[in-house]
């Protein structure tokens, strides 16, 4: 696991100390030994854990600059991509958000026995208190755009930025999102791509221009059902 780790980020650009290495390598054998009775993840080779879950989250610091921000991870799941990201920006103050019970209390032991500084919550991210607070929200495989745009840029500040992480048919989803996007106060910066082996990521950047009116986010049912 880590040697393959230590090959992508080279390749990526990312820099970690020996501990930062050893703190994703503790993450990803904690992972995987939870993965056994409860699903977290599909993939369990130790070294695609490392390249397609760490690496693929560690990217997003060769495209933002998260040290000192507030951030929050909606619908983190089983901690991506904030648990890499904390470990590699510890100054980052992280919210990890999801709706489920056991996977976020597992995520909450974890996170206290890596020594980071994280929070974890428990809510659905259209019913989290926290309007406009956040500096970036971060979000990987959730929704589609048009969706993801109503439950994570409500949480935003103005001036602060939305990073949607997406596979290769990112360009397709922002075309159906460029209309929530406007409505929630929002502009896209730009779509950046990175390679992981033979697979090409991207990262639609969205920047908060103005308050998300008072509106939205609604009612999950109703996102899903009419999205933006």
Known sequence: MLQTLKNECDRLGVRLD?????ALRRYGEALLEKNRVMNLTAIT???????????????????????????????????FPGVPLQIAVPS????????L???????????RALGLPSEVVCCRAEEFDRRERYDVAVSRAVARLNVLCELCLPLVRVGGSFLAMKASAAEEELDEARRA???????????????????????????????????????????????L
Do not use: N
């Open 101 to 111: 019970q056991k996977r976020m209390t597992w995520l909450g032991e974890t996170v």
């Open 18 to 22: 020996e501990a930062q290495l050893d």
């Open 92 to 99: 980052m103050k992280l919210t990890l958000l999801d709706s």
């Open 181 to 227: 996007v406007a409505v929630l106060g929002g502009r896209v910066r730009t779509v950046a791509s990175y390679e992981l082996g033979d697979l090409t990521r991207r990262v639609v950047v969205i920047d908060k221009l103005r308050p998300t009116p008072a509106a939205y986010p609604r009612r999950f049912a109703k996102i899903k059902q009419k999205p």
């Open 45 to 79: 080779d130790p070294r695609e854990v490392a390249r397609l879950h760490f690496a693929d989250c560690l990217a997003l610091t060769t495209l933002f600059d998260f040290s000192g921000k507030t951030a929050v991870d909606v619908g983190c799941g089983a901690g």
